[in-house]
């Protein structure tokens, strides 16, 4: 069945369906030049700036998830974490709603807060289309919450 | 549109519509995942053939037409994959286009040109497109809301439920909450 039985389409004046193979006929230069030059693989998110721990990602995974499931972890122990305006605006928005939502510090500690949160992600999500990323390193000068 | 969180169902559902699509138009299906047919897929579709990237299908189409209603699966992470197929759709027009975890290339502030091209002229060209994705806040809103049909399932987080609220109304945020795994709403 077509997808939209009740929605007639409205022709684009002067255009014409002119079928895949004259399609892929004129695609195909981008397209080679995609598979050549613009390698940049999708993610779920941006990863945060490298550094020092390297922990292996199971992006079936939402990111978000993930964090939802670390940072409930850690609000139970610390509850009293935030993550302030600046740092969110360093962080990609997925992960900055989870931290915001679950984590209570600022500056370096939310860098911590979240090194901290990589680190400790159960080895169980660590499997299948393990993909390598660099977080921040855990230890927040100085501060014991970041044990 | 369809959204539901990970294991909600929404894939299988979305694999078993592409099974039902009229035969009439070829599909074009990007599946990052490699999830939709193949040795990894889960419950595949019917009828496919894959791709590791768009150059290998364009080579494949000008090396002979595709059969009538040919399932097309494109099974690769590239950026720049997703933008050329998106222009292969563009050029092509009449046909199905498939976008799975769409969340990923469809953000409002990651979105390539070529797609928001096709969506501008998707209706005009014949262009059915299915996206997919975790939450409706993953994707920019003029995808999400030049929606002909909406396909609820199972969502985590707040901000997906305000929305729901937002767009739907109260009643269907009250049940997509009560709502167990593998069921889902059909909103036209």
């Keep these: 069945v077509p997808l939209r039985a009740d929605a007639a389409p ?25 598979a050549s030059e613009h390698a940049e693989e999708v993610d779920a998110e941006r990863a945060p700036e490298p550094s020092g721990v390297t922990v292996e990602l199971d992006w079936n995974v939402a990111l978000d998830k993930l964090f939802e499931i670390v940072f409930a972890g850690l609000a139970a122990k610390d509850p009293v974490w935030e993550v302030s305006a600046g740092e969110r605006k360093g962080l990609s928005g997925a992960w900055a709603a989870v931290a915001q939502k679950y984590v209570k510090a600022p500056g370096p500690l939310a860098q911590a807060a979240l090194a901290t949160a990589l680190v400790v992600v159960p080895r169980t999500l660590l ?9 921040a390193p855990v230890a927040a000068a100085g501060d014991p919450r970041s044990e | 549109v369809i959204l539901g969180a990970s294991e909600s169902g929404k894939s ?4 078993r519509l592409v099974d039902r699509l009229s035969a009439a138009k070829p599909v074009l299906v990007w599946d990052p995942q490699a999830e939709w047919a193949g040795p990894d897929a889960d419950a595949g579709i019917r009828g496919a053939r894959c791709f590791a990237g768009v150059a290998e299908l364009c080579a494949s189409l000008r090396a002979g037409p595709p059969a009538p209603g040919a399932r097309l699966v494109v099974q690769s992470a590239r950026r720049g994959d997703f933008a050329a ?3 292969l759709a563009y050029t092509a027009g009449n046909l199905a286009f498939v976008v799975d975890e769409a969340h990923q290339v469809l953000k409002a502030d990651r979105c390539p040109r070529e797609a928001e091209e096709l969506m501008q002229v998707s209706r005009h060209r014949r262009v059915d497109l299915v996206l997919i994705a975790q939450r409706p806040t993953g994707i920019g809103p003029d995808f999400r809301d030049n929606k002909a049909e909406c396909i ?14 937002a767009e739907f109304g109260k009643s269907v945020e009250e049940r997509l909450r009560a709502m167990p795994a593998r069921a889902w709403i059909r909103l036209t």
Excluded: H, I, N
């Design chain 2, 12 to 15: 299988w559902f979305a694999k």
């Design chain 1, 10 to 34: 409205v022709e684009e004046p002067g255009w014409q369906p002119v079928g895949l193979e004259e399609a892929a006929a004129r695609v195909e230069s981008q397209a080679q030049r995609a």
């Design chain 2, 152 to 165: 609820l399932f199972r969502m985590p987080g707040e901000a997906s439920l305000q929305w729901v609220r």
């Design chain 1, 127 to 135: 499997r299948k289309r393990g993909k390598t990323v660099d977080v």
């Design chain 2, 85 to 87: 197929l998106c222009r």
